[in-house]
């Protein structure tokens, strides 16, 4: 695997050394439009890979999401891993134009359901800011208000900082 980095942080990429690694958990995958139980990985699914140390992030516990849909084809390959930042580790909250693992819940059929998915958190002038899909497929061009409707709770709860991707 080979570290695409698509780091953004006031328009510089962090410098990332080649040589120090770090291994992280992949905990779950991200798929937009498949509402499941859960998508978070049992212990005896998740696995270790190795990525180079974020500077930005020294003392956080990282993990990763794997992507099974187009849904930020644009931004990550479909099949791609995720580095993630859990949402209380990142100072000032959610910002504007940045990519974020999104959980969604809602109750169907006397049950709960989650969709776990990755959109960018636009403002666009004139409307409320809404998480929205960076894909090139139409059924995945979707967009969810910033507070949820209805009876689903959206929120995001982890910042994208970068990817994997195997070559």
């Given at each position: 695997m080979s570290l695409a980095n698509s780091m953004r942080s006031n328009g510089s990429t962090p410098v990332m050394t080649p040589h120090p690694e770090e291994r992280i958990l992949v905990r779950a995958?991200?798929?937009?439009?498949?509402?499941?139980?859960?998508?978070?990985?049992?212990?005896?699914?998740?696995?270790?890979?190795?990525?180079?140390?974020?500077?930005?992030?020294?003392?956080?516990?990282?993990?990763?999401?794997?992507?099974?849909?187009?849904?930020?084809?644009?931004?990550?390959?479909?099949?791609?891993?995720?580095?993630?930042?859990?949402?209380?580790?990142v100072?000032?909250?959610?910002?504007?134009?940045?990519?974020?693992?999104?959980?969604?819940?809602?109750?169907?059929?006397?049950?709960?359901?989650?969709?776990?998915s990755v959109k960018t958190l636009i403002a666009e002038s004139g409307s409320w800011p809404c998480f929205v899909s960076e894909s090139s497929d139409p059924d995945h061009q979707t967009s969810l208000p910033l507070f949820g409707t209805g009876g689903d709770r959206i929120r995001p709860i982890a910042l994208v900082t970068g990817f994997l991707q195997t070559e």
């Open positions: 995958a991200a798929c937009s439009n498949q509402w499941q139980k859960g998508f978070w990985y049992g212990a005896d699914q998740r696995y270790a890979v190795r990525v180079p140390p974020d500077p930005r992030y020294p003392d956080t516990e990282r993990y990763a999401v794997e992507l099974f849909c187009p849904d930020m084809n644009l931004r990550y390959p479909e099949g791609s891993l995720l580095l993630c930042v859990p949402l209380d580790a100072n000032g909250g959610i910002e504007v134009d940045q990519p974020y693992l999104i959980e969604s819940r809602r109750r169907h059929a006397g049950g709960n359901e989650t969709e776990l």
